[in-house]
């Protein structure tokens, strides 16, 4: 009875020590965090609202005037693109470049989306299955390397006076398409690209506004959909039927909050500014 007591004892100290430790380890990032933030202030640099740092950064800068985006069709081990989906793709993407060139005039200003153009549009067939995990991103990085082995984009994007340029990565597959936008601490020159399932995530062919949305995130624009606090509600109310929030561009639009956030207006009501704190 005795050895089980100091066995116990023995435990629940190192339980303890454990806790302690832990709680001064998060203790110490926090301190570390509050230190760090004082720095960043006194240099001008801390924003209190971190979904604002994608601002005119990046190579899809903000979505004003000329805006270049390179298509490519990627066919893989499972899947290539017959001329018939391939077709519909290119209309989806006239579907979304009229909603966004149409929204933009709401606000009074000009969006020239550059996307037409048989050099600015690609097939590419890869040697491996390209993965529709939605976590898994690296393979869109080595990718975009291999592609620049095979296509001079520099020459090709020497050819137009634009100060912004997207890739449009299209997959004959299912899955839930994802954007790759700047972020704080990446390269400053860094491609900026979304990937869209063009079977979307059921296998059906997908909507005109899935390829708005992922295009709006390269320009800054956030989520609406996935936050699990009060701002729930509050997107429902600020900003109905916001494209962030859903999909279907024949009721959607651009809100004041995307606008801000993608370049179209220079400032921002303060009631959405809660939308801009980390989630």
């Known amino acids: 009875m005795k050895r089980f007591i100091n066995v116990f004892t023995i435990i ?35 924003n209190d609202l971190p979904y604002t740092s994608k601002l005119n950064i990046g190579s899809s800068k903000k979505l004003l005037g000329k805006c270049l985006f390179v298509t490519i069709f990627l066919s893989d081990v499972e899947s290539e693109f017959e001329p018939l989906c391939r077709e519909f793709n290119l209309r989806r993407l006239d579907e979304c470049f009229d909603f966004l060139t149409k929204e933009a005039s709401r606000y009074d200003r000009e969006f020239q989306p550059v996307y037409k153009d048989d050099n600015l549009i690609f097939d590419i067939k890869v040697d491996f299955n390209v993965p529709t995990d939605f976590n898994d991103h690296k393979w869109v990085r080595n990718l975009m390397s291999a592609i620049k082995n095979q296509i001079d984009l520099n020459g090709i994007l020497s050819l137009y006076e634009v100060d912004n340029v997207s890739y449009i990565y299209i997959v004959d597959k299912p899955g839930r398409s994802f954007a790759m936008p ?31 949305h992922e295009i709006l995130h390269l320009f800054g624009a956030i989520d609406l959909y996935d936050f699990e606090d009060e701002r ?32 179209w207006v220079d400032e921002l009501d303060k009631k959405y500014h809660i939308f801009l704190e980390e989630k």
């Not at 454990?18 to 006194?42: C, D, H, P, W």
């Open 12 to 46: 629940i100290f190192s339980i303890i020590t454990l806790y302690l430790t832990m709680a001064s380890f998060n203790q110490g990032v926090q301190i570390y965090k509050g230190v760090e933030r004082i720095v960043l202030k006194a240099r001008g640099e801390y």
């Open 232 to 263: 729930k509600e509050l997107v429902e109310l600020y900003l109905p039927g916001d494209i962030m929030n859903s999909s279907r561009v024949s009721d959607m639009n651009v809100s004041e909050l995307d606008a801000y956030l993608i370049g």
């Open 182 to 212: 700047w972020y704080p601490k990446a390269e400053s020159e860094i491609e900026e690209m979304t990937v869209i399932y063009g079977r979307g995530q059921t296998g059906n062919l997908e909507v005109s506004g899935v390829y708005a």
